[in-house]
């Protein structure tokens, strides 16, 4: 999920780093999408910045993380005695004494068992030229020794500088306003800007120290200030108009390459739907339009943020759920019986859902899950019609048609049409699946002696909840703790890198020694250089991978573009900086540290941001890697996800951890299967969340929510409710960054299968194709039309037969949507 809780209307102009997430086919919107924007609040800051640490859930089936987080006991000043007593030993120390009587405090078993062992794993990708770990970067790495007190001085001075520029730009005669002048000015100082102000509202997710992280996370707020005090720039705005004015009354716009129209136009956009071209009156109610919305946003996440409900069951309630989920529940007497108090974070509720044998139990629990933000029903209600109103004054038919005009869709109409379409193809698969769902409950109903009124319930379904999961304990026998045995971190991450570097034709040089320079020791610094560099020239750019938790870091998995690839105006190439912040799990004292296949495929996908951020070469660095449009920019790394489930793949990076020995065909075909399972009503509840988004930023007037998210909940994803819950003040998508957009993430899915059968699946590892994907993809970034890229790499327009075929299993679809 991605967080924006802005209603500002202009794009980012300064910052467009996405950070993104995949969707997991196993669970369900996989979220925390972190782009640091102007006007964007930072509420994924607020979250990591809030002393929570979040370890990655090893045995938590399901994976729907809002903010897959708890407050641990781990009390933020603990933590950075417990860091720097740590330090202090060397990071090669294990188990100090403070660590020791933290874990004896510590209930928290998923907690403490993944900080047992801090013993720092490093990975060295081979295939590297001996000759090639002299070659020196043309551009020195950053350093990461800022004070905190640095952080927001440095921030202070950036803005001031772009500032001035904006001010000088702002100070030209119309006559004097040309693509020199204006364009590339305020192109460079963009630039100049990010360089410095990306690395520094990065420590908030990364820093060991509490001042630095609250340094960057206030160095983010004068950074967003700034940017909606900029965005409204009238002056600043009259220039480019003038200087578009004079550029095509001169005949000089015709003369510019794509990217600079690109750039031109781009700015002209952004003024405009900032409202900088509407007459003052109507600019100043805008005004207050927005900043209202963007109060109510504010108030609704934090609403989501805080939310802190629970529902308390009886030990006999729970006869089903795992002894060690519910060790974990705060357990209290209450009368003469013992209760347990279930919060509602995904590692207590969802083992409810998932593991729970009472239907009345899951049904109670459902409906306390569906209706715990009821709190936001008024706002949600108040947020539409803000923005049913500025849609209007900025003259858009619906807020649908202003989100979408910059996306790759285009029209609130067309996303509509999607949707739709692919409702009508998916249905006749989920009810086949239901039925299937349907007989097994029915057979579990008369083993244990329940009624059965022959209906599929909402807390019966999700993915990999209840009789998702007793299907494929059934009729696969796959049990996801035998499968993770086969993938030891040590053996997965170097295996996906040398992946990568063969495919993409790169080598990653680690930087150690004194020549290393990282923000925690764990850090790996890599400079990247083509496969056959010999001198600078070849010299790619810098990658950071972070990849173990360790306490207030972020806690999911996520890339950051750092740095920006661009030209400088002295035509020399700036190079561009990712870092990836993941959080793959640590050896115990009995095993090494092992991922699930899932994990597995994160990794993958995030490592195809990673290349996306390294192997754009775009001349602006607005328009750099993955600053694409929001509904494609998951697309290359969805694509990439494919590899893993590859049985050639799987094959090259699996490696029992005792045995030493890869997946056999027959375990790696059971992965393989459990892929589609009941992936008809996996995507009709997706279009379910993305139906209802779009329909309340299409509809003219407003409506009962709660009604109506329940009425297209039972149509749509095949489910029926108990009682109507108010789930629309949970939906945390339509608010905070995701409103109009939620289709993105099926939209991007289609774009990447017709990817990955029409040039990659003959041959995954082929390095011919990863050169194709490179310049075709990767290397123009948003430098033009998404879909002139995507149409140059398949050689013909996008269509969605390749996603369908893979759900309905055939190879030939006999219904292929339009897109
Ligand atoms: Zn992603």
Not at 266 to 282: S, V, W, Y
Not at 430 to 454: C, N, Q
Not at 615 to 629: I, K, P, Q
Not at 705 to 720: A, F, P
């Given at each position: 999920m991605f967080f924006r809780a802005s209603a500002s209307s202009s794009r980012p102009r300064l910052f467009h780093g996405v950070h993104c997430h995949r969707i997991r086919q196993r669970s369900y919107t996989r979220v925390v999408t972190h782009e640091k924007a102007h006007g964007y609040i930072g509420l994924v800051s607020q979250i990591t910045t809030s002393n929570t640490v979040t370890?990655?859930?090893?045995?938590?089936?399901?994976?729907?993380?809002?903010?897959?987080?708890?407050?641990?006991?781990?009390?933020?000043?603990?933590?950075?005695?417990?860091?720097?007593?740590?330090?202090?030993?060397?990071?090669?120390?294990?188990?100090?004494?403070?660590?020791?009587?933290?874990?004896?405090?510590?209930?928290?078993?998923?907690?403490?068992?993944?900080?047992?062992?801090t013993e720092p794993i490093f990975y060295f990708p081979s295939d590297i030229r001996d000759d090639m770990v002299n070659l020196t970067p043309p551009q020195n790495p950053p350093r990461w020794d800022h004070s905190p007190e640095g952080v927001v001085q440095l921030m202070k001075d950036a803005i001031a500088q772009y500032k001035a520029v904006s001010d000088e730009v702002a100070a030209l005669l119309p006559t004097e306003c040309n693509f020199e002048t204006v364009r590339a000015r305020l192109a460079d100082a963009e630039a100049r800007f990010d360089i410095v102000a990306e690395p520094l509202t990065f420590y908030q997710n990364v820093a060991i120290s509490k001042e630095l992280r609250d340094a960057s996370t206030q160095a983010e707020q004068l950074q967003r200030d700034f940017g909606v005090e900029d965005s409204m720039r009238l002056d600043v705005f009259q220039a480019k108009v003038a200087a578009e004015k004079n550029l095509r009354e001169s005949g000089a716009f015709e003369r510019l390459t794509g990217e600079q129209?690109?750039?031109?136009?781009?700015?002209?956009?952004?003024?405009?739907?900032?409202?900088?071209?509407?007459?003052?009156?109507?600019?100043?109610q805008l005004m207050a339009l927005q900043k209202e919305l963007s109060q109510v946003v504010v108030e609704f996440m934090r609403n989501f943020n805080e939310e802190d409900g629970r529902i308390t069951f009886t030990r006999d309630e729970l006869e089903g759920v795992p002894e060690d989920v519910i060790s974990g529940f705060t357990k209290r007497t209450?009368?003469?019986?013992?209760?347990?108090?279930?919060?509602?974070?995904?590692?207590?509720?969802?083992?409810?859902?998932?593991?729970?044998?009472?239907?009345?139990?899951?049904?109670?629990?459902?409906?306390?899950?569906?209706?715990?933000?009821?709190?936001?029903?008024?706002?949600?209600?108040?947020?539409?019609?803000?923005?049913?109103?500025?849609?209007?004054?900025?003259?858009?038919?619906?807020?649908?048609?202003?989100?979408?005009?910059?996306?790759?869709?285009?029209?609130?109409?067309?996303?509509?049409?999607?949707?739709?379409?692919?409702?009508?193809?998916?249905?006749?698969?989920?009810?086949?699946?239901?039925?299937?769902?349907?007989?097994?409950?029915?057979?579990?109903?008369?083993?244990?002696?329940?009624?059965?009124?022959?209906?599929?319930?909402?807390?019966?379904?999700?993915?990999?909840?209840?009789?998702?999961?007793?299907?494929?304990?059934?009729?696969?026998?796959?049990?996801?703790s035998l499968v993770k045995e086969y993938f030891p971190v040590s053996v997965v991450v170097p295996t996906i890198l040398s992946i990568y570097q063969n495919l993409l034709g790169v080598r990653f040089i680690e930087v150690t020694g004194g020549k290393k320079d990282v923000w925690h020791p764990e850090v790996q610094q890599f400079a990247v250089w083509e496969r056959d560099a010999n001198d600078e020239s070849g010299f790619i750019g810098y990658c950071y991978l972070d990849l173990f938790p360790r306490a207030a870091k972020y806690s999911h998995a996520a890339v950051w573009g750092l740095l920006p690839g661009y030209n400088l105006p002295s035509k020399n190439r700036h190079y561009p900086l990712t870092a990836m912040v993941a959080n793959l799990a640590k050896p115990t004292p009995e095993r090494p540290a092992l991922m699930r296949h899932d994990d597995v495929t994160t990794f993958f996908h995030e490592m195809g941001h990673v290349f996306h951020g390294l192997?754009?070469?775009?001349?602006?660095?607005?328009?750099?890697?993955?600053?694409?449009?929001r509904d494609f920019v998951e697309a290359p790394s969805q694509m990439l996800e494919n590899w893993c489930w590859e049985p050639k793949v799987l094959e090259k990076m699996s490696n029992h951890y005792e045995k030493q020995v890869p997946l056999s065909a027959d375990f790696?075909?059971?992965?393989?299967?459990?892929?589609?399972?009941?992936?008809?009503?996996?995507?009709?509840?997706?279009?379910?969340?993305?139906k209802f988004d779009l329909k309340v930023?299409?509809?003219?007037?407003?409506?009962?929510?709660?009604?109506?998210?329940?009425?297209?909940?039972?149509?749509?994803?095949?489910?029926?409710?108990?009682?109507?819950?108010?789930?629309?003040?949970?939906?945390g998508h339509i608010v905070g960054g995701y409103d109009a957009g939620y289709y993105g993430y099926t939209y991007s899915l289609v774009f990447a299968a017709d990817m990955y059968r029409t040039v990659f699946q003959r041959d995954p590892l082929d390095p011919a194709l990863g050169q194709l994907y490179r310049s075709k993809i990767l290397l123009p970034g948003g430098s033009r039309d998404e879909m002139m890229s995507l149409e140059d790499f398949l050689g013909r327009p996008p269509n969605s037969e390749a996603f369908l075929d893979e759900i309905f299993g055939s190879s030939k679809s006999d219904a292929s949507a339009n897109l």
């Open positions: 370890i990655s859930y090893n045995q938590i089936p399901s994976r729907d993380i809002h903010i897959n987080h708890r407050s641990p006991s781990l009390s933020t000043s603990a933590d950075i005695t417990f860091r720097s007593q740590l330090l202090s030993r060397g990071p090669r120390s294990t188990k100090s004494s403070f660590q020791q009587s933290h874990l004896q405090q510590n209930r928290q078993r998923r907690l403490s068992t993944s900080i047992k062992n129209r690109r750039l031109v136009e781009k700015m002209i956009l952004d003024g405009k739907r900032a409202g900088l071209a509407l007459p003052e009156e109507e600019k100043t209450e009368g003469d019986k013992e209760v347990y108090d279930v919060t509602f974070k995904t590692p207590d509720i969802f083992p409810v859902f998932r593991f729970a044998v009472s239907p009345t139990t899951r049904q109670r629990a459902y409906d306390a899950y569906e209706s715990r933000l009821a709190i936001n029903v008024p706002l949600l209600e108040r947020a539409l019609d803000l923005r049913r109103r500025i849609a209007s004054i900025l003259g858009y038919k619906t807020w649908a048609d202003y989100v979408t005009e910059v996306k790759m869709v285009k029209t609130g109409d067309a996303a509509q049409a999607f949707v739709d379409d692919l409702e009508a193809k998916l249905r006749p698969v989920g009810i086949k699946e239901r039925e299937i769902l349907l007989s097994l409950k029915k057979e579990e109903h008369e083993k244990r002696g329940l009624p059965f009124d022959g209906e599929f319930y909402i807390w019966d379904y999700r993915k990999a909840l209840y009789y998702d999961r007793l299907f494929v304990e059934k009729t696969l026998s796959l049990d996801d192997l754009s070469r775009t001349r602006y660095s607005r328009f750099h890697g993955t600053a694409v449009a790696i075909e059971k992965i393989v299967q459990s892929r589609y399972v009941n992936v008809g009503l996996f995507y009709l509840r997706q279009l379910f969340f993305a930023h299409t509809d003219k007037e407003p409506t009962d929510y709660t009604n109506l998210w329940t009425e297209m909940r039972e149509r749509i994803s095949l489910v029926k409710s108990g009682e109507p819950q108010p789930g629309q003040g949970s939906f």
